[in-house]
């Protein structure tokens, strides 16, 4: 199944090895441009048996395995091998295989693909197949906490650039052998490695079916992160929502592989996709399920209300200022207009400037080095925000929604959804200033039909609110207890069976308190 | 194809800025007006606008600035008159935010039916301001008295004639929907509360008077002006005014007090009042019973009465019953012998009791209210007697 994208790329030119091994090494030299790091070290096992190379990147692999086996090598015993071909390559075959995984094969491309993975690849002349060995080196950045999607009760691991170690980190959370992991190579350049993660009997074969395809088609020179896949694979690839999510947290993913989701994990990205994900799933964290469900739905709740003050606080004071008086209550009026006294700029134009030099801070201070980012606060904080107010050019009104606004698009937990009510959030400003409240009532239409059409591996956006699926909206808005949750979210899942065996999630006797004294 | 979707994508675009902004108007320049006073003058109206300073009210700063500025502007229509204080104002007039309406005595007493249509028909003015009668002096001249610690007078007359509604029986605020009700529906007669300047020493209209503690001038909301159909046609004084509300059921709190042998004195809180009013037709004879209901806790004692005994509660309740008597009285007495305006709404029971009698009397009805006999049934019952039983001079 694995090597479906390997063919498909290389099917156009197959190129078949010698049983030259000179004439493969030759080949193999040209290939690679005689690049100063690839290793072809020949040997023979003995005087007057055939010739055997082994090939490697010796950046790429992992030298003490090297050196065992070629210690397993010295060590055997030489007069058993006869000179014959066969025999040394059933003897390098029975030794390698004793130590690592080993596969074969007989043509340029496969052999290219685990050389450049990192393995060792060994070649016995008069033979026209080649060994390869896993020798790849695990070198890369130690497992460390999450930076975007941290939790205070949850685990603190996250995914690296390695995607065996992510593949470890999933696997250990959920020890079932039905977990499936298939491979697939992007990348016509990077043939990179991505991997599609499933419950076999829990997620829909569909949306499996569906998603292997999308991906395996996706034809790219390189594969450099998991957005690579997002963007292209996106069933509405212009929505500014994401219909895929992103997590760096192993809990998640193995939360979302139970719920019937698929997950495509890609090499050098710590991020690795969910699908299908729904509206709901963005407004969702891990510490919703390790921490107190009345709390964690109370928090959740707040998540919906900044979510909808990042898209209309700004819209909302635009409008009122300068359409809809009579709605603002007459002290508060009076207040807003004794700040406006002097004002020179319009309230949308006030509105608009705040909000972008928000933004250019906002990205500065990602893009800046650490060292002089507290630099960026003090000109942000007092020479925008407090001089300006002070200097009569914006109102103190206009500070307060910006950084309401600010403030309320950090409450969003995942950030592409951040980033998408962000952008809109400028569109319904531009709409009320032109007007008002009925333009942010069309544009509130245009977004929620927009929302009601979107669909996420064929599953619609907006499940279980619409279409609304009774009895399924129990972690949505809010999160029931864990005991009420018997079953995985609507749409999702192929089963319709609950997560429990039996009837209950608990043993009715439990409920009972028991008097221990 | 593509090019026919450029032009929908254009025609669709210039939509929206072809309507751009229509009615869009910044806060800071609109003259945010919260009294408006109308009074009568040779050629029409006089208009005066009460419209807030934001500056003085809501910096940081301090200045000695005024408040609110008074526009005044005479002209023969409202509308125009209003209009016309664009030649004196940089700031558009902006009446949402209205909160008193202030009529002058003689354009009460003239009729005020096209000053409520306007107010109503008009979509900037809202519905929940209050309306009042100048009593003693113009409307602009109400308008312009300066009021410390809330010191935007409108709202300030706002909040006094609200909170004297709720807490003080002779006093009642009226809204435009109330008033146009009370002015078109037959069997009712409007009422609208007065307000009066009450001079306490110094007369100026400057900021001075907020410097000042005690001694200025205030406004005060005194009678109830009673009118017929649409004109006003007299006051009625403060007791009046007690029963009038008490009759219509408009008591939402209010105290009273009673006194009882040489110099002992009962106070007591009505927290709540029920009323009321039956009508009966008999022989083409229509007579009306007034119910209230009152409930009362003693707040004070003064002499050597035992509150917590039965005799001398339903000693209390019968003076208390007395008194009440005395204050309807009084005010059914002033509509019917004096005014001879059905301001309590008879007539709209007697339609209820009896639709042919009542077609006979419609047109006539203020006449015929003038003799119709009215009983009254009166009860007061003693809810509690405070946190003490016995005065606390009283020995046993």
Known sequence: ?517 | MKSRRVLAGIVLLANLFLSGCWSSREVNTLGISVCLGIDKSDKGYVISEQVINPKTIASKKMTSESPVVVYTQEGEDINETITRMTTITSRKIYHSHLRMVILGEEIAREGISNIVDYLLRNPEFRTDFYFAIARGSSAREILSVLTPIELIPGVDMFTKLKMATEEWAPVRGLRIIELANDLTADGINATITAVEKVDDGDTTNSTDTLKKSGEFEKLKFTDIGVFKQDKLVGWLDELESKGYNYITDKVLHTVGFETYGDNGMVSYDIPKTASKIKAVVRNNQPAITVEVKLTYDIVDVKGDLNVSKVENIELINKLVEKKLRIICESAIHKAQKELGSDIFGFGERVHDADKAYWKTVKDKWNEVFVDIPVTLELSAKMNSTGDITKSITQKN
């Open chain 1, 1 to 517: 199944m694995g090597t479906q994208a390997a063919d498909h790329i290389s099917s156009e030119n197959q190129k078949l090895l010698s049983r030259d091994l000179k004439a493969n090494i030759v080949t193999l030299q040209t290939d690679f441009g005689h690049s100063p790091d690839l290793i072809i070290n020949l040997a023979q096992l003995r005087k007057n048996t055939a010739l055997y190379a082994s090939v490697y990147l010796t950046e790429m692999i992992d030298h003490t395995v090297i050196n065992s086996i070629s210690n397993e090598l010295s060590q055997i015993d030489a007069e058993r091998i006869k000179s014959k071909s066969e025999s040394v390559f059933d003897f390098l075959l029975n030794t390698v295989t004793k130590l690592r995984a080993t596969r074969s094969g007989n043509d340029y491309t496969k052999m290219y693909e685990e050389i450049l993975s990192g393995n060792t690849v060994f070649l016995v002349d008069g033979y026209d197949i080649y060994i390869s060995v896993s020798t790849a080196s695990d070198e890369g950045r130690a497992i460390s906490e999450p930076t975007t999607q941290t939790v205070i009760k949850g685990p603190k691991d996250a995914f690296t650039e390695n995607i065996d170690k992510n593949v470890f980190m999933i696997r250990s959370r959920v020890r079932n052998e039905a977990l499936r992991i298939e491979d697939i190579t992007l990348g016509t350049v990077t043939h990179t490695k991505v991997k599609l993660l499933y419950f076999n009997g829990i997620a829909k074969k569909d949306i499996v079916d569906d998603l292997r395809s999308r991906v395996s088609k996706i034809n790219y020179d390189g594969v450099l992160g998991s957005n690579y896949i997002e963007e292209i694979i996106k069933t509405d690839p212009y929505s500014i929502f994401p219909t895929i999510l992103n997590s760096e947290r192993p809990d998640t993913v193995a939360a979302g592989l139970l719920e019937g989701r698929v997950a495509i994990l890609c090499d050098g990205t710590p991020y690795v996709l969910l699908e299908p994900a729904l509206f709901s799933d963005f407004l969702q964290s891990g510490d919703d399920y390790y921490e107190n469900f009345y709390v964690q739905s109370l928090i959740r709740i707040i998540r919906y209300i900044a979510l909808i003050f990042t898209l209309l606080v700004p819209a909302v004071f635009i409008a009122l200022v300068t359409f809809h008086q009579e709605i603002i209550p007459t002290p508060l009026l009076i207040s807003i207009a004794a700040q406006r006294e002097g004002v020179p700029f319009p309230a949308v134009l006030e509105v608009l400037l705040m909000d972008l030099t928000f933004e250019i801070l906002r990205e500065a201070g990602v893009r800046m080095p650490r060292a002089i980012g507290s630099a960026i606060s003090i000109v942000g904080a007092l020479v925008l925000g407090q001089a300006a107010v002070e200097a009569g050019l914006v109102s103190a009104a206009t500070v307060i929604v910006v950084a309401l606004t600010a403030i309320s698009s950090f409450a969003i937990t995942n950030y592409a959804m951040s980033n998408a009510v962000r952008l809109l959030r400028f569109a319904f400003i531009c709409i009320a200033g032109i007007l008002g409240l009925y333009g942010i009532s069309m544009g509130l239409i245009i977004l929620l039909l927009h929302l009601c059409k979107l669909k996420s591996a064929s599953v619609p956006y907006l499940t279980p609110a619409a279409p609304y699926i009774k009895g399924a909206n129990k972690d949505t808005l809010v999160r029931f207890p864990l005991f009420k949750l018997k079953f995985r979210p609507a749409g999702i899942s192929g089963t319709g069976k609950a997560r429990t065996n039996g009837r209950n999630t608990m043993d009715p006797n439990i409920t009972k308190k028991p008097e221990i004294r």
